[in-house]
């Protein structure tokens, strides 16, 4: 387990270079500069400017100074805003993203692998039928189309929850259960599908001829074969549900880093963006890794070759 764990640590790093790499290409490549939507400088003051956050030099030199600062973590300075670092900013906002995500994907994780598994123990039945149509619906309806409705009824016409800002506990219901939606269904159907297609296995037979009830052979024999499907789904949707959270606290005003991502694409602020890239493709590399360590444990019979 070290060894597999390790192996995934090492093998991040050329994935991070890579990313880095393309990110800051893609941002120099693109048209305009973070200084373009100013008034006109003097051009003394453009190029003190341009020297203090080193845009004077060759891009391979800004991209080695650059990578620099990131291994010392070290972000840089946010070419937007002025007085703070992407290192300040990161700090402020992130712990915003991880807690709507992060209920977000307790929400989904649990009520999927609920509901999944409820369906798949009454396959083709009533409640089969239903719990399916109402996963496809949330898969189908995208959430900056149910977000202003779900605002409408229980913000502004029943007064439940608030309709934006960060001021309370009540502030993340909403947002968590709406980026929650789409996430669960697909959990559920996975859930379902994998289930049905474990107790359809010669060993589940076997422990029902013994005696075993139903009940105790989804529970005791089925339910951890059948989790390995939405395990490998869970690393991936874990960073979706967290990028994710980039419409969801745009519509909700919430102070998290979607909205400075957003800000940061149209302004321009290279350093920022880069630096939110990072953060993300970093939990998504870690989220992974997770899967990977909870899949062994599950099953030991699979291996890593190198």
Not at 33 to 56: C, S, T, V
Not at 120 to 140: E, G
Request: glycine share 6%.
């Amino acid at each position: 387990m070290i060894a597999l764990i390790l192996k995934r640590l090492l093998g991040m790093i050329p994935v991070m270079f890579i990313i880095i790499a393309l990110t800051f290409g893609l941002m120099r490549l693109a048209p305009g500069g973070p200084f373009d939507r100013e008034r006109k400088l003097p051009p003394a003051i453009e190029k003190n400017i341009q020297a203090k956050y080193n845009r004077d030099q060759p891009v391979w030199r800004q991209f080695w100074l650059y990578l620099k600062g990131v291994s010392i973590l070290d972000l840089g300075p946010s070419l937007r805003y002025r007085n703070r670092t992407v290192d300040e900013i990161i700090l402020q906002t992130l712990p915003v993203s991880v807690t709507v995500g992060g209920i977000a994907f307790c929400l989904a994780s649990m009520n999927g692998i609920a509901l999944g598994s409820f369906a798949a123990a009454r396959r083709n039945s009533a409640i089969d039928h239903l719990s399916m149509t109402v996963a496809l619906v949330a898969i189908c309806m995208p959430v900056f189309v149910l977000a202003p409705i779900c605002l409408l009824i229980f913000g502004l016409k029943l007064g439940w929850v608030p309709i934006a800002g960060w001021d309370s506990w009540r502030n993340v219901i909403l947002p968590a259960v709406l980026l929650s939606l789409p996430y669960m269904a697909y959990v559920a159907r996975l859930m379902r599908n994998s289930l049905i297609e474990v107790l359809q296995h010669d060993f589940i037979r076997t422990a029902l001829a013994k005696g075993v009830s139903r009940r105790q052979a989804v529970i005791h024999h089925a339910f951890k074969l059948a989790m390995l499907p939405v395990i490998s789904f869970m690393g991936p949707m874990a960073a979706e549900v967290l990028t994710g959270s980039i419409v969801v606290e745009k519509i909700f005003n919430l102070p998290g880093m979607g909205p400075f991502f957003v800000s940061a694409v149209f302004d321009r602020d290279d350093t920022l963006v880069t630096g939110i890239t990072i953060v993300f493709s970093v939990m998504l590399l870690f989220f992974n890794l997770v899967v990977d360590v909870v899949y062994h444990y599950l099953d030991p019979r699979i291996r890593v070759h190198a």
